[in-house]
């Protein structure tokens, strides 16, 4: 009997196999409270594709009928067992593509659960809003984020660009609309500035300024300036040298609102002198007649030509005895 042997050759195919992540979205809604203290909240629970993209999703039609005269409040984002990437982006836009977290759902961390709020100025809701999960690249990410909307517009810190920007903290509270005499509100809209107890380093023409206060908070108004900036000095002399009643400072110029003299002299009149600085020009002159005096002020103060220079007085003539009394302030310029 012939035996037949047969051979069988098993030749292993390599098999390359692909898995491919399939994408989804879902959402639901729940809803807290009664209204008109009531918080709807929408949650997407997101799984990405295998390029790690993700599917802009509008809130449904039945839950933005819900949504719809409310404000978006909070966004809480969720990284799930498959982090996304580190700093993925969360945008919910409304129908003009304009995003009403105002970029404040930028770079979301993949490992904690985080919160947005809005940073533009609250407004109703109007239009259908669309989640938009982006900058993630990695393959079947998974996270949840929820959506919260209240009935007013409440939450973090909101700003608005009105020629530069105002901040105003809406979850303290602000009362503005107060009628003159009546008690204030539990958080009045203040004025304020900066207290100083001297001056601050000066500033170009055209940029903006704090309004300055002294340190019990009264506001400065001229004249002049602070009232650590006033002078009044006193000095007299028989002749007619040249007087000091304020040293000249490198970084202060004098401005001069006051100036009075007094001749105790029964036969000789002369004119009381404000130099500019020592062996300067004279800036103004004030007639003092024998046995009398002078009194000058200033509206618009009398300024010295420049810094570093001193408060110098004199008399025109040699007399029994020239009192002076100057008053005014000292600033950088």
């Not at 004025?191 to 340190?215: C, E, H, K, N, P």
């Amino acid at each position: 009997m012939k035996k037949i042997y047969a051979v069988l050759l098993v030749v292993l195919l390599g098999v390359t196999m692909w898995t491919y992540a399939t994408e989804s979205v879902t959402q639901s809604y729940s809803q807290y409270g009664r209204p008109p203290n009531d918080t709807l909240v929408v949650t997407f629970t997101w799984t990405s594709a295998a390029n790690g993209s993700v599917t802009a999703t509008a809130i449904a039609t039945a839950t933005m009928t819900l949504i719809k005269g409310m404000y978006l409040s909070q966004v809480v984002t969720d990284p799930g067992s498959t982090a996304p990437t580190d700093n993925y982006a969360v945008t919910v836009t409304d129908a003009n593509s304009l995003d009403l977290l105002g970029a404040a759902g930028a770079n979301r961390d993949d490992t904690n659960t985080e919160v947005a709020f809005p940073t533009t100025v609250a407004r109703p809701v109007d239009t259908t809003l669309t989640l938009n999960i982006t900058s993630n690249v990695v393959d079947s990410a998974t996270g949840v984020t929820k959506l919260y909307f209240s009935r007013t517009p409440t939450g973090g810190t909101q700003s608005a660009s009105i020629s530069g920007t105002v901040d105003v903290n809406v979850a303290s509270g602000v009362t503005v609309d107060v009628a003159e005499g009546a008690a204030a509100g539990a958080y009045p809209a203040l004025i304020g500035g900066i207290a100083r107890s001297s001056d601050g380093t000066a500033v170009d023409t055209g940029d903006s300024v704090r309004a300055y206060m002294d340190l019990l908070g009264k506001l400065t108004i001229s004249p002049y300036s602070i009232s650590d900036n006033w002078f009044v000095s006193s000095g007299s002399d028989t002749g007619t040298n040249e007087i000091t009643l304020q040293s000249a400072s490198a970084s202060l110029r004098y401005y001069i609102t006051a100036f009075a003299c007094s001749n105790t002299s029964a036969a000789t009149a002369a004119d009381a002198l404000i130099l500019d600085g020592a062996s300067g020009s004279t800036l103004y002159r004030i007639p003092c007649p024998a046995l009398g005096g002078a009194t000058a002020t200033f509206p618009t103060p009398i300024p010295l030509s420049t810094t570093n220079k001193a408060v110098i007085v004199k008399s025109s003539a040699s007399v029994s005895t020239m009192y002076f009394s100057v008053t005014g302030f000292k600033a950088i310029r």
